[in-house]
């Protein structure tokens, strides 16, 4: 089987073909110019734009979006990750956590789906874990300067992702793979 995922971004691309390829699911990227949603949830952004790519490309696709949602903040950035980083930064984020107890974070990251007669399904995967209290060392290549901050729960210790090691860093990555959105959506079609 093959579907196209609609991004610019070739490592969200590279990652969902990565996830699918084990479930016999080819993914190809493909670009189109979409209109970008203000929600703030990513499974209705994914949502809104895989129905926009749909009546443009006219064929089944998906869509992948995803928030950063800390609680102490009321949920900020939520969908707004590169424009909070860009206008706060890091340190300014950090700044706003001093003296929350509070510090539990979590990655929401949704997968649209449309078929070939236009339905469509999202899949969401929720990662939850925690925000440091301080800035750690940037040890890795990183996707986010959030992940300088975030610790994931599923790795059971306190290292932020950006400082994970090599072995540390290829068990979150397996952890990940078995039951992400891209999982989700592929058990579903196959």
Request: aromatic share 8%.
């Amino acid at each position: 089987m093959k579907i196209e995922i609609v991004t610019s971004n070739r490592q969200k691309a590279n990652l969902a073909a990565e996830t699918m390829a084990p479930f016999g699911i080819e993914v190809e990227r493909v670009e189109a110019e979409l209109i970008e949603s203000r929600s703030l949830e990513p499974a209705e952004i994914a949502l809104e734009k895989a129905s926009q790519a749909f009546r443009h490309l006219q064929k089944p696709l998906i869509v992948e979006d995803s928030g950063f949602f800390i609680r102490a903040l009321n949920g900020f950035p939520k969908t707004h990750i590169k424009f909070s980083l860009q206008t706060l930064g890091i340190e300014k984020i950090m700044k706003m956590m001093e003296g929350e107890l509070d510090r539990h974070a979590e990655w929401r990251s949704s997968v649209a789906y449309v078929s070939q007669d236009g339905e469509s399904k999202v899949f969401t995967f929720i990662e939850e874990g925690e925000i440091a209290k301080e800035i750690r060392d940037e040890k890795r290549e990183k996707m986010s300067d959030y992940w300088r901050i975030y610790i994931p729960r599923m790795t059971g210790n306190s290292l932020t992702l950006s400082e994970m090691s090599d072995e540390t860093m290829a068990r979150w990555h397996d952890e990940w793979h078995k039951n992400n959105h891209f999982v989700m959506l592929a058990r579903w079609l196959t």
